[in-house]
Every structure is written in C-alpha cells, then in structure tokens.
C-alpha cells in the first residue's frame, strides 16, 4: 500500500511509526551524538529502529538531488542537522516536509519550525584556541600579528552558513581584514572538527570558523584547547531536522522529529556546550550573551549572492 | 595447435554438417575475445562521446573554475618533478641493488618493492602526522635534535615540494622494477668488458650500464609521467591548504559538486586521455627496436665486484617510505587526539575500539573485502583466459585484445573511474551505486597485472608440457585442468595477491564511483581525514595497512620478488 | 608390438595465411618398417621437428598423409586428422618435459591414467619401468630432484609404459652433456633391442644417428636428400650436400677423363681419380670432389697445389688444414694418426686420395662460410 | 709486444664470511712466457674462469700473486690490487660482450676512445683492425644485426685494437656451432702467429686446448693437476682424473709383476703391461689401468674378461663397447677403424693395448657414473 502519514491523530501516526519499523536518519552531526539519540530514541520507542548514518550537509545535498532527480523516492526519512538553508527550501516549496505535529511541538515558536523545517540546533561561530599557547581567546583584531602566520584554521567556503560567515566578516570587519587573514596564510579544511583537532594537536594556535560541539569533543580527552565567543560578536547558523512526507517511513519519521524537538532531545542535541537550543532552561546547552549572536537571515543570500561570495573567497584563498 | 576438425567417414559425398557443427569453437573464442575488446573501449569511447556532447556548456563550466589554468601547469609540473626524482632515485636504486653481494640480492630486490604495498591514502594521512610544520612528529623531532628554536618547521607538509615529494617516493619503486629487473636480465659481461678496456667503475655506469638497458629507461620513464600526470592523492589531501590543483582534483571537484557535472569532467579528461595516448605511441617507436638490446646471455649477478655499502641506499629508502607514516599513524591511532609529543602513559587502543564500534566504518571494510574478493576472482578468471588467448592465438583479434587491456595502465584512476561511472554506471546497464560498478571498474583498472603475471607464468611454461600431455593421451580440456592448471597456480596466487593489493588501495576511481551508502576502505579513510577524528582515522589507515602487510607478505614469501616482475 | 610408419608428399606450412607461409616441409616421403630404428639427420631448422610433431597429431600439415600400421592419421584429401590423444604414441622430448608438479610416478603413470588403467596394475607397471630405466628409487622424488640423465630416463619410462607401437624421439639428448650422451644413446639401443617398437628419431647429430639408425634420413630444407642404412649413406652420399654435412671436404675440379671404371677430374688440389661416376657427368664438366678428413693423406710435392697452412696436435689424430695459398677460404680439414703424417707446416702437398674415397658430384662446392651468414637465434627476448 | 704472465700461490673465496665461503680457487701456479698462448683446461666449475677474472682484476684473490712482465698486477701480501682500467688486457667473453647501444665500430674503438687516442687514428686502427678479422662491410651495424661467428670476430677486433701484451679468454667459442667453432679456432691460431700477444685461454674442450695451446694446464677443483704442451701431457697424463678427462677409460686391477722395464698388472679386463712406471706403486697393489679409445685392440677370445656389448658404426671409426658382463656398469669404450676390428656383438673378448699406451695410476676408478648425480640445472621453474 501507499505510504503515507496516518490520519488518525498523533496516536494512528505512532502505531503506524511503529508498524513501520523503522526509520533512516542522515545527520552530519559527529558520530557520538548520533549514536547517542538514537539509543535515547530507541529506548523510549522500542518498536522503532533508527538506521543513522553521518553524512555532512553537502553529500545530503548531492544524494538527494540524485535521487529526487531521477524521481526515485529518497531514501532518508529524517534529516537531522542540515544547514543548507535555501536547498531546504527549495525541497520544502515542493512538499517534500511533513509539519511537525507531535505533542513537543506545542512549546515552540513558530519561526522555527517553519516549512517543516524544524531548528534542531543552534550553532554560533566559535574562536578555538589552543590553551597551551594561548593564555586566552584571541580577539579577530590578535588573529593578524605575526606569531599567527600559517597558525589559523580556517573552513573552507563550500557550505552556505560559511560564506554568509565570511560575507559577514567582510561587511563587519572591512575587506581588508580578509585580505590580511588571507595573508596570513591560513590553514583551510573541509570540517571544524578538523581544524579543532589542529588547535588541539598545537599544530594551530586558532580557528575563528570554530564549532563548540568539536572543542568540547576534544576538551573531554584532555586536550588543550578551549572557545570563546568573539566580543565582536558571531553568526550563528541553524541545523535542521525534517522529516520527509514521501520516504518509506514517513510516521517513524515523525515520531523522530518529534523526540528532536522534545526536551530529552534538546538536551542531548545540545549537550554539554554543544550548541544553542531554542527551548529555554536545556541543561548543558551553549547559552551566547545577549546580543553576541545573529542569526544568518537567508533571505539576504540568495544563489547569484552565495555565488559571487564564493568567487571573492576563492579568489582570497582557493 | 591442432583442428578439431572430427575424423571424419570416408564418404566424403555426405549431407553437410548440421550448423551447430560447423561453427568452430575456434570462432567462438574470438568472438568472446571481440566481446572483451568491446566490453573495455566501451567506457573510452563513452567518455570521448559525453565530452563532445555540450561542448560549450563544459567549456563554460570549466573556463569558470577560478584557477583553472595554474592547475593544468601544475599538473605538468608536479609530473615532471615526479618524474625526475623517481627516475633518478630508481634508476640509482637499481644500480645500488645490482652491485651487491649475490646473497643480498634478493632480499634488497624485495625490500624495494614493499613502498608499493603502502596504502597510497594512509600514506598520505601518514605523513601529514610526520610532517606537519608545528606538531608533525618528524618536526618535532628534528627540532628537539638539531635544537632549533623555532615551534614550526623544518618541513610543511602542506607544500608543493612536499606533494612531489610523497608522491615521487612511492614512484620510485615502479621505476626501480622496471630498472632492475633489466640490470639483473643484462650481461654482466657487458660491464666487465669496459672495465677491462680501460674505463673507470663510474663511466662505466654511465657509458655502458645505463644506455644497454636503454629500453626499460624509456619505459619507466613513461610510466612515471604516467602516474605522474594522474596523480590524485596527495594533492587531494593535502592541495587545498597548499593551494595546489591538479587537473585531477579540478575533475573530482566537478563530478562531486551539486548537481555534479559528469561533461564538463569529461572534457576536462580528454587532454589526459590525449596525453597518456601520445607517451604510450612515443614509447611503442622508442620501443621499436628492442631486439638490438636483447642479450645473448643472462650472466647477470655472477662477476660485478660487489660493493657492500650499496645496502645502504636501498635500506633508507625503505625505511624512509614505510616507517614515518607508519609509526606516526600508530603513535596517533593511539593516542586520545593528536599532539607533536609522545605520551605512553595516555595510549590506548580507544580508537580501534571506537573504529570497530561504528558501523560505516566496519561496513566499509566488509564492503570493501566483498568488492575486492569478488574482483579479485574475476580478475583471475578473466585474466587467465585472456593469457590463454593472447599467448596462443596469432589472430589479429588478439593482438587488438593485448593492445586494448593494456590501455588502463596509461590512464589516471580518475579518468577511468569517470569512464566507468558514465558507461556502467549511468549507462545502459545503471549499475550506479552497486558494488557491481566497483567490481568492474576494479578489473578494469588490474587486470593487466594479473594478465601480465599470468602470460610471464604462461610463457615459462613451454609447450613440450602440453605436448607430452596430449600425445599420452589426455585431451585438450584434460590437459588444461591437469597440467596448465597446476602449473599456474603459483602465477594465478601471485596475480589474485597483487591485485588484491592493487585493488583494495584503489582511491581515484573509487571516490568517483562511491555514494553516501556504498564507501570503500580508501573512500572511508578520506572522508574520516577530512571530517573525522584524527585518532580514528589513524586507526583506520593502521587497518588498511595491516591488510596491505598480510597480503605483501603472502606476495612476497610464495615466490620472491620475482612475482612483481611486471 | 610395433607398426610400420608411412609418410607421403607430406607439407607443412606455418602461417595461415599464404603471402607469409613459412613452408617448413616440402613433399617429404618416409617409411620406417615395423620395429626399424628411423632417424631424421639434418641441420637446424629442416623442418625434422615439424614433421616428427605432425606424426604425433601436434601439427596439422597442409597436404599428404601419415599412416601407422592400418590405421590413417592424416590425410588431408580426405580430411582424416586423428587428435593427437587418439593415436596411442610415444613421444620425447628434448627438454624432457616431465611435468613439475607431479611426482616421477604420477609423471610415469599419466598415461595409463588416461587410458584409465585399473590402479593396481599401474603400480606394477610403472615400477616394472622404472625398474627397466633403473630408477625404483627415484619414484616419490619431483624431477627437479633428479640429475639430467635421470630426467631424460623417467621421460623414457613415461614414453613406454603405454607400449607404443611408435615411438618419436625429437633430440632427446641433446640437452646432456657429451659423456652422458654416450652413455644414454647405448641405453636407448639396448631398449629398443629389449622391447619391440618403431622409433623415430630427430637429431642433427651424426654420431647419434650412426649409432641409433636402422634406416638414416636426410633432410634438408624440407625435403629428404638422401635415404638407407647409415652405413650405406656415409660411403656413398648421394649428394655433395649430405657428404659436406657428414664432415667431408669438398672442393672443385673439373672432369678430364676415363680410366676404366675411374673418373679422373682435375681438380683446384691436383689430379684424383675416383671410383664413383655420378650420373649425367662426362668430360669436360665442372665438378666438385668430396672426401672425408681422415680419407686423404698428404705427400710433399714442391709442385703440389696446396699448403700445408697449420697442422696440430688433436689428441687421437693430428689435424692438418691444407689451403690453395696461405690466406685461402678454401681450406681442407685433414684428420690423420700422427704416424701416417709426415707433413710440416709450409710445406707444399699434394693430396693422396684412394679412389674408393674419392666422391665426384656435378656442380660446384658449397662452403662453410657460405652457410654462415644465418643470424644466430637468441636464446632471450624481452 | 707481448709479456709473461706469472701466478703464484692464487687463491680465491667466493662469499665474504668465512663459514660459508666457497674456495674456487686454491693455491693456483701458472706461468705463461712471453708470447705463448696457455690454455687452461678443465671440467665446469673447475675455476678457470675465476682464475682469468682475477688476471683481469674483476675479481680481488684472497691470496696470491700475479704479476704481468714487470708489473706487479696483484699483491695480497703487499697490498697491491690494480683495478681493471689500469691493467691494459684484452679480453674475450665467452657472451661476446658487445655493447647492444653502439655500432661495431663504435664498439671497436671503444678501448681506443678510453686511452684518448686521437681521433683520426682511431678511425684508421679500427679500419685496419675490422680488415683483419673481415668485418669491414659491418662497421656501421649493431651487434643484434651479426651472425654468431661476425660478433666473435667484432668481440676480438676490440679486443686485440689496443695492442694489449696480455689477451684473456673465456671459453670464447662455445656459443657457436660446432663447424664455424672449428673455422674461428683456426682463425685464432693465425692470428695469434701474426700478432705478438701472449694468451690465458680458457676452455673445457678438449680439441680447443690441443688446436690452440702451446701450454697447457689441466685444473681440477681449483688445482693445477698438471702442466705442459698438449702432447706430453696427452701422451703421459699426470693422474686418472687427466686421462679420464681427456677420454681416456679407466679400469681395476693390481700390480702383479716387472717384467724389465714393464710393470704388469692383473687388470679386470686381464693381464696388462705397460711401460709407465708411476713412483711408490709396488707389487701387490692396487691400480688404475688407463687408456685411450684408439689405443685398446680387441682379440677373440673365449676365455677373454670382456664381452662386447655393442659394435656400432660411428663414421670414421667403429664405435665398441666391452663390458665385463653384458649388464654391468663398467664399461671399456674403444674406437677403432673398422678394417681394423674383427669381432663382434656378443663376443668374449682379450683386450691388446701396447704397453707404451697402458697408463698405470695408484687407486682406484672413477666412473663416468660416480660423476653423473650432479643435478642439471632446469630452465624452468615453478
Ligand atoms: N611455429 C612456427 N611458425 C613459423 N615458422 C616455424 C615455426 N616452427 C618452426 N618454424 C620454421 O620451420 C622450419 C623448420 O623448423 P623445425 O623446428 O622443424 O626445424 P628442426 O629441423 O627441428 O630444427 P632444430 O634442429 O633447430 O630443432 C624452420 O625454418 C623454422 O624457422
Ligand atoms: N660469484 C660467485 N659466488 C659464489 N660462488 C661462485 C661464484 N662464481 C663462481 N662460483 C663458484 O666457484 C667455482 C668456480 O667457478 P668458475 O666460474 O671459475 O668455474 P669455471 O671453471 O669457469 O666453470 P664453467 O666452465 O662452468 O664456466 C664454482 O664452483 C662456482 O660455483
Ligand atoms: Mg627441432
Ligand atoms: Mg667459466
């Protein structure tokens, strides 16, 4: 028969997640997060099996295209942690979401959880530094003196949150800062979690494009590195969770949304520094100053605008 | 060779035969071996008629890549910096190997060859623990030896000289086979003689030794810039902070974008398809007149003065491939995260826990053993047959047929993982996204090695076998499984070993034709060095070169170095 | 039990295609009797392995037939070809071709195997050969194991533990060296001796051939030149092509007479008369004499047309070069007892030449040097 | 210009330590006056070629020394080793050893080139040197595209262009057939009478020592079992091992008697008597008797030790072999011509062997079969 969201109320949707089975969740999320809601999940629905697989936003993004493309139904139900904003959207104005209709839903403003497309985690830009070398954070003004040429970790521009990040850089802090972090020969890397593990190791003295999730990571090994929030302020770029409408599990797919949106949830999403939830009073989630954090409003970065950014910055860096 | 043309009556005034009786199995056989032929242009030609498709959208596409042209002239750089070390470095290995004491010839020929059993990816992850500038444990090193004040440096791994660097010392092995297997296949005498007539050792080498095996020169040389030209890896990983492209890695980017964009890949490919055809037709000419270098007689070891020091060379090279990246994966796979120091006190086996725990992880490397045993017994299979075949037909269909699978050799990984990727994948048969893809792509990059293994273990074996056998009475399927068969078995071992190697190692092609669901070892590993944790990563990379170790030592115990003769 | 041989205007061509065939065997006509020893004399390259390896069925030739006993092999205008697992053979080789990876009982027992011999009797039968080659105790060895002369024995009891009616021999010596040759070649004609069968054998070597031969073959360029006991071909080669490759010397002449039943030809080396008087030869015709190294003895002659160029010490007979001058290609090879020279070096000779062992041909004289000028093969190729 | 080569006291060890070390050489005399030419003779793996590679200098002796006229070449004791370059030898390899990369005359004037000879005289030395050996036509092609017999002459031409005192060769005809072996080997002897050199050559062939040498010296395992022209030391071999290796046969017996001048021995093929006299051999004990092939006669006799086994027709001779019964290994192979044989297969028969030509030795045999069990290496291998 037809998949499709059970009728009946929030109950039908469960007994019907259940009879489902099962549900596929790609996150891009580290590893240990991942295994740490699913078995929160798990436990609580017994019935379901949560099939996780890390994938980072962009190969998300190549995948489903693929797949959608080619008009095969996707094989995820549930995204967890996709900051690609505007190819969200995209999906959504096609109907690919379902609206988060469970009971957690309730506690929620709407803005976050517009389009299906639920704000999972809040996550600012962080400085990391290492604390062997650095007494404390380096402001952005430090990151130029000479004793940090070659010693900035840098992500590189390819996902979207990261050229608003730079773009921001740029209208913040003028385009010659850039042009002088560019000078300062920066290390460039795929994934936060690689520049923080180069902080941590020394082999860098810091990353103003830091994850908090990745230092305290590395925090809990004992290694020597520690984030701030620049006092010049960051962005903050949200990872979703959605749950697909036309997947194999479209209930299960719910039922995980809404055990993401529930306080548990958040918690473990948000654990330990990991990042900012919209729910107030998580225990352990990132709390940022009033004030120190913006979030990126996508509507000012639409594709010509991402691409012209991504032009600047290769020409800076690539 | 006999017809099996039956015996037939005397009367010679019968009905014809029935059809089924006159279709030779002879014709059957080439018409197979056309299918071969077919089955490996296929992708080739697919890849020329996508990169003539939209040719102007895929020049666009290109045109727009901001450092388009740099990365072509560092492609060219990069060869030729590889190129000259390897060359040099192999072509004095050789030598150095060539001029020692009779009983340590072999166990330095196979101390040589062992840098090619190194993962080409762990390699590379490998060497950024050794040589990163601050914390690289090599640096550190250094600047605790030599008391260097500095906290970076001396090296940078995320260099230029650092890419041909890693790159070139594992070419060097490639060029040290060619070389001296054809030191060892030369005359002795040949240098004995000039020496006697009045030249000194050293011109000798220069007069005598290097221009007689002029001909295996050539063809390393060739096969350098080859891999040269193709060379994916390190720039891959270590590129983007080196700001160093490649026209491969600009072809990677182009297929992985989103959406990818396969044409403009492919249009990219062509130069390299165009260059890696013109080396090949340069050292077919250059070839040409090979008989004027074939030696009367192999006396080879016997009579050289050897020289005992030369083992020096040969172990610091090895030393220097293997034991860096080696030890500093262990030393990280160990440790809680990476640092510059060396902690015992915090070690542990956390991270192969942790590696084992994650199911991609694990699923990467049974996918990985499924993918790589079910082309290795393919490979086998195929290649047996395809020695058979172009050992013993004359045909002109045969001859096409050793032409044609020689041809992978000359192309970049990337290129045919391409080629794979638009013909099987996303061709007729859609095989996108299944091992299967893997599997083919796999044997179409190998299965030379195997099939030149196999023709080397084919035509040791000389006919009087077959001969003997078939006069005695067995027949000609008999004769295969009883005699040929038998007698292979250490050629088809050594061929399955090789490729094994060969193909679980692979990494241009497999990032080409992987999907967020089907990741092979090399894939994993790249994605962990990149997004990963870099303890696990090591642990991963210690994995991946543990298999290597088992499969080189298995190699290499069967029959000598010799099964690496290629 | 052994079966006659029966070849006719057999041919063989390498190559398929016509323009580039390599026509190795040319017409060649040979019939070896029931139990005869036939050996097929000639230099590398006539074609004697081509036409052993179309008896055994390894070939197909392209024209004539092969008939052992009854039973057709070959024939190609009725396109009769036996595979060659069908006709019941025995063959040698000159590499041996004992099969590495079996034992020299399993390389020995192959053959009645294939002919699914019940087991017990293979044991016996095998051990009764090895015991008739002398090699019980080599049974459980590999033949790497073994030296050349007990190789070249196991492939022996391999060959004959099927009893062949025919057995083909393509060198089988040639891979030993000179003392054990000997030895191997009186073993083999003591076997042939012991146990019935017909043998062909190929070689280039002559001692070989006399040694062996009931009835001698000559080949050249793929055909036979001459056929007959060895005895018989040796003192009255028919050509000057099978006495130059039987060791003799030849140079030229022309014919100036008759005495009696005596040719006499004057010759580049004097006057010699002979006893032979080949066909269509008469007065006035240019000719070449032949003769063996140790037929023709030397005297002093300051008139003599040759000189004595080196003579030297050779162990059992001296060996003496006669030449028309000093610096002369054509040299004459003299093998003589020290005590029938008396000789220096220098001295001018005249040749004394009984004329029983005086050979006249038509024609002129084929010389070493002319037959030089093949490239020699390679043994390597890359 | 030619001068004497002197070897005293030549040892050599393969393999450096000295557990594992293989003695190829073991405390070798030679002396070669000026302008001779010394044949080392002797079976493989004797050490002659070890010997002539130490003369060379491409390979240090572990004792010894060598000296060439007045030059000290090698001095274990006084440290002095020349290293090849500076030796100024010719050399002839038994591969030939021409460089694949250059033409024949490159080839040629090669040593030329490294002595810095001018080049005009390069050009017309190599000119003079290719006319001698007949190659001049060839000047400009690679080895690859030369017969056998033309590379062996190029290979001489280089090495005689020089003018070196000393010409070294190792077994340089053994690659060739056996009819143009016999033509470059007379080549050599005339060349060796034009050009003063003196020659260190080395062979295991027999006919090659006695054509070439004027001294010759028979090696065994790494020993000079004896010294002299080819003659003496073929009519009065020093041991059983010369004369065996020389083709001799060699059977039981002991010494039963003198009679005068003769020594008789009661041999197994019967009572012999012989003129040779060897030191410390009295009555009573036991001995060798030796003699050549062409040396033994055979008589009729019903009584006689021996049977012959097979008489064969070998060419120029009749090839007999007698035994002491038909089945036993030892085995008396003789060669006679056949007017002079009268017996046949199956007869018992005495031997006559003049005592001049019956070699008497203290010992016992060896046997062709004693010598055979050495494995022969394969040339192919699983
Ligand atoms: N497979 C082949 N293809 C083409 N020509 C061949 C082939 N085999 C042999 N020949 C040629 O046929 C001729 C006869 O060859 P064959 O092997 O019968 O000579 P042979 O008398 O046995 O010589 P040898 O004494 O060297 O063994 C030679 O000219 C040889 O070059
Ligand atoms: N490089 C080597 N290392 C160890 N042993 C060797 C070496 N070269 C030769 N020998 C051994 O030394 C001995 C003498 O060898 P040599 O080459 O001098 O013999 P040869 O008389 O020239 O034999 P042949 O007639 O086969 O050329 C042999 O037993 C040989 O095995
Ligand atoms: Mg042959
Ligand atoms: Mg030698």
């Given at each position: 028969?037809?998949?499709?969201?059970?009728?009946?109320?929030?109950?039908?949707?469960?007994?019907?997640?259940?009879?489902?089975?099962?549900?596929?969740?790609?996150?891009?999320?580290?590893?240990?997060?991942?295994?740490?809601?699913?078995?929160?999940?798990?436990?609580?629905?017994?019935?379901?099996?949560?099939?996780?697989?890390?994938?980072?936003?962009?190969?998300?993004?190549?995948?489903?295209?693929?797949?959608?493309?080619?008009?095969?139904?996707?094989?995820?139900?549930?995204?967890?942690?996709?900051?690609?904003?505007?190819?969200?959207?995209?999906?959504?104005?096609?109907?690919?979401?379902?609206?988060?209709?469970?009971?957690?839903?309730?506690?929620?403003?709407?803005?976050?959880?517009?389009?299906?497309?639920?704000?999972?985690?809040?996550?600012?830009?962080?400085?990391?530094?290492?604390?062997?070398?650095?007494?404390?954070?380096?402001?952005?003004?430090?990151?130029?003196?000479?004793?940090?040429?070659?010693?900035?970790?840098?992500?590189?521009?390819?996902?979207?949150?990261?050229?608003?990040?730079?773009?921001?850089?740029?209208?913040?802090?003028?385009?010659?800062?850039?042009?002088?972090?560019?000078?300062?020969?920066?290390?460039?890397?795929?994934?936060?979690?690689?520049?923080?593990?180069?902080?941590?190791?020394?082999?860098?003295?810091?990353?103003?494009?830091?994850?908090?999730?990745?230092?305290?990571?590395?925090?809990?090994?004992?290694?020597?590195?520690?984030?701030?929030?620049?006092?010049?302020?960051?962005?903050?770029?949200?990872?979703?969770?959605?749950?697909?409408?036309?997947?194999?599990?479209?209930?299960?797919?719910?039922?995980?949304?809404?055990?993401?949106?529930?306080?548990?949830?958040?918690?473990?999403?948000?654990?330990?520094?990991?990042?900012?939830?919209?729910?107030p009073d998580v225990e352990g989630a990132l709390r940022v100053p009033d004030g120190k954090m913006t979030l990126i409003d996508w509507d000012k970065y639409p594709t010509d605008k991402l691409q012209s950014i991504d032009a600047w910055w290769k020409g800076l860096f690539g | 060779m006999t017809t099996d043309a039956p015996a037939a009556r005397l009367d010679t005034s019968r009905a014809p035969r029935p059809l089924w009786r006159r279709v030779k199995p002879k014709s059957l056989v080439h018409l197979l071996g056309i299918v071969m032929i077919a089955g490996l242009v296929y992708p080739l030609v697919m890849l020329l008629v996508r990169a003539s498709g939209d040719v102007r959208a895929s020049w666009d596409a290109i045109t727009a890549i901001p450092d388009l042209w740099p990365s072509l002239l560092n492609t060219v750089w990069l060869a030729l910096g590889c190129v000259i070390v390897a060359v040099i470095l192999g072509v004095l290995l050789a030598m150095c190997v060539a001029n020692l004491p009779r009983r340590w010839y072999n166990t330095a020929q196979l101390l040589c060859t062992l840098p090619l059993f190194m993962p080409p990816i762990a390699a590379v992850s490998g060497w950024v623990f050794v040589a990163s500038s601050a914390v690289g444990y090599g640096n550190v090193l250094l600047r605790t030896l030599l008391g260097i004040e500095s906290d970076s440096g001396p090296f940078n791994v995320y260099s230029l000289p650092w890419i041909v660097f890693i790159t070139a010392l594992y070419l060097v092995s490639y060029v040290f086979l060619f070389v001296s297997t054809a030191l060892r296949e030369s005359d002795a005498t040949l240098e004995l003689s000039a020496r006697v007539f009045g030249s000194s050792w050293f011109m000798t080498q220069i007069r005598v030794v290097l221009p007689s095996i002029r001909p295996a020169l050539y063809y390393s040389i060739g096969i350098a810039l080859l891999l040269g030209l193709g060379q994916f890896t390190a720039p891959l990983l270590l590129g983007a902070t080196a700001r160093v492209d490649v026209i491969t890695t600009e072809m990677y980017r182009l297929t992985s974008a989103s959406p990818p964009n396969y044409d403009a890949a492919t249009l990219l490919s062509v130069p390299l398809l165009a260059v890696a055809m013109i080396i090949v037709a340069v050292q077919r000419r250059s070839l040409g007149n090979l008989r004027r270098y074939t030696s009367v007689s192999r006396g080879a070891m016997r009579a050289r003065t050897p020289r005992r020091w030369l083992i020096v060379p040969p172990i610091v090279y090895v030393v220097l491939a293997i034991v860096p990246p080696t030890a500093s994966l262990i030393l990280v796979s160990l440790s809680p995260y990476w640092t510059g120091s060396v902690d015992f006190s915090n070690m542990s086996l956390r991270s192969y826990q942790e590696v084992l725990a994650t199911p991609q992880y694990v699923d990467s490397i049974t996918t990985t053993l499924e993918i790589v045993l079910l082309s290795v017994i393919g490979g086998i299979v195929l290649s047996t047959a395809v020695a058979l075949y172009i050992t013993r037909s004359r045909s002109f269909v045969a001859r096409l047929l050793e032409f044609t699978i020689n041809l992978p050799i000359a192309m970049p990984g990337i290129v045919i993982g391409l080629g794979i990727l638009i013909s099987y994948g996303l061709g007729f048969l859609d095989l996108y996204g299944s091992q299967t893809v893997f599997v083919i792509a796999y044997i179409y990059l190998y299965m030379i090695f195997g099939t030149r293994m196999i023709v080397s273990g084919l035509t040791r074996l000389p006919d009087s076998y077959d001969h003997a056998a078939r006069v005695a009475g067995a027949g000609a399927v008999s004769t295969f499984l009883r005699i040929k068969l038998p007698l292979l078995r250490n050629s088809m071992t050594s061929a399955g070993m090789l490729m094994l190697v060969l193909m679980s190692h692979e990494f241009a092609a497999s990032m080409i034709l992987r999907t967020s669901f089907l990741q092979v070892l090399s894939t994993k590993l790249f994605d962990a060095f990149n997004y990963g944790i870099y303890p696990d990563v090591a642990a991963l990379a210690v994995i991946m070169v543990a298999i290597s170790a088992i499969c080189a030592v298995v190699i290499l115990s069967t029959r000598g170095g010799r099964n690496l003769e290629i | 039990m052994s079966l006659p041989v029966r070849i006719h205007q057999l041919e063989v061509a390498y190559g398929g295609r016509k323009q580039d065939a390599v026509v190795a065997v040319n017409g060649v006509d040979i019939e070896i009797g029931s139990g005869e020893f036939g050996v097929l004399l000639g230099p590398s390259g006539c074609g004697k392995s081509t036409v052993l390896n179309t008896i055994a069925g390894l070939i197909s030739p392209t024209a004539g037939t092969i008939t052992v006993g009854d039973q057709v092999f070959f024939d190609k205008s009725r396109d009769i070809n036996l595979k060659p697992e069908k006709r019941g053979l025995g063959m040698v080789f000159q590499s041996y071709a004992l099969w590495p990876h079996m034992t020299v009982f399993d390389n020995v027992a192959f053959p009645l195997r294939r002919r699914h011999v019940k087991r017990e009797q293979i044991a016996s039968r095998v051990g009764e050969m090895l015991e008739l080659v002398r090699c019980q105790q080599y049974a459980k060895r590999y033949p790497h194991e073994l030296s050349g002369g007990q190789q070249q024995r196991i492939a022996l009891a391999r060959t004959l533990v099927g009893k062949p009616a025919v057995v083909l021999f393509d060198e089988p010596l040639s891979n030993l060296d000179a003392e054990l040759r000997i030895q191997l070649r009186d073993e083999l004609a003591l076997l042939h001796s012991e146990i019935a069968f017909t043998a062909v054998y190929v070689t280039h070597d002559q001692a070989e051939a006399y040694g062996l031969a009931s009835k001698l073959f000559v080949l050249r360029d793929g055909r036979v030149e001459q056929t007959g006991?060895?005895?018989?071909?040796?003192?009255?080669?028919?050509?000057?092509?099978?006495?130059?490759?039987?060791?003799?010397?030849?140079?030229?002449?022309?014919?100036?007479?008759?005495?009696?039943?005596?040719?006499?030809?004057?010759?580049?080396?004097?006057?010699?008369?002979?006893?032979?008087?080949?066909?269509?030869?008469?007065?006035?015709?240019?000719?070449?004499v032949a003769a063996y190294p140790d037929r023709i003895g030397l005297q002093r002659d300051p008139s003599g047309a040759g000189v004595v160029v080196s003579k030297r010490f050779g162990g059992a007979a001296m060996e003496i070069v006669v030449a028309l001058g000093p610096a002369n290609d054509d040299r004459l090879r003299i093998r003589r007892a020290a005590d029938l020279v008396d000789v220096h070096e220098g001295d001018r000779v005249r040749l004394v030449v009984d004329p029983a062992d005086a050979l006249v041909y038509a024609g002129r004289p084929t010389h070493a040097s002319d037959r030089e000028h093949r490239p020699v093969p390679l043994d390597v190729q890359s």
């Open positions: 028969s037809q998949p499709g969201v059970a009728a009946n109320g929030w109950d039908g949707i469960v007994a019907a997640a259940e009879k489902e089975g099962s549900v596929t969740v790609w996150s891009s999320s580290d590893q240990k997060l991942i295994n740490k809601i699913t078995s929160a999940f798990e436990s609580k629905y017994r019935k379901i099996k949560v099939n996780s697989l890390k994938m980072d936003s962009t190969t998300q993004q190549t995948t489903l295209d693929q797949q959608l493309g080619a008009n095969r139904p996707p094989s995820v139900d549930t995204i967890l942690g996709n900051s690609n904003y505007a190819w969200l959207q995209g999906l959504a104005q096609k109907g690919h979401f379902e609206k988060p209709q469970g009971p957690n839903n309730a506690g929620w403003d709407a803005k976050y959880t517009a389009d299906g497309m639920v704000a999972a985690t809040i996550n600012p830009f962080v400085m990391m530094y290492n604390t062997n070398k650095l007494k404390s954070a380096p402001t952005y003004a430090d990151l130029l003196k000479p004793e940090f040429k070659g010693k900035i970790g840098l992500n590189n521009a390819d996902p979207a949150a990261l050229k608003a990040f730079y773009d921001n850089w740029r209208t913040q802090l003028g385009e010659d800062y850039v042009k002088q972090i560019a000078g300062q020969n920066p290390q460039i890397q795929s994934a936060s979690a690689v520049v923080a593990q180069n902080v941590a190791s020394g082999q860098l003295l810091a990353g103003p494009t830091g994850n908090a999730a990745s230092v305290e990571l590395l925090r809990a090994q004992g290694a020597p590195i520690d984030f701030a929030i620049p006092d010049e302020g960051t962005m903050a770029y949200v990872l979703y969770a959605t749950a697909f409408a036309r997947s194999a599990h479209p209930n299960a797919a719910l039922v995980f949304l809404d055990f993401v949106q529930s306080p548990e949830g958040q918690g473990i999403l948000n654990t330990n520094n990991s990042g900012v939830s919209v729910l | - | 006991p060895p005895l018989n071909v040796y003192h009255a080669p028919a050509t000057e092509y099978v006495a130059s490759f039987l060791g003799a010397n030849s140079w030229a002449g022309e014919i100036v007479g008759r005495e009696g039943k005596r040719l006499v030809v004057d010759s580049e080396y004097g006057i010699i008369e002979s006893t032979s008087d080949p066909k269509g030869l008469g007065v006035g015709d240019t000719a070449v």
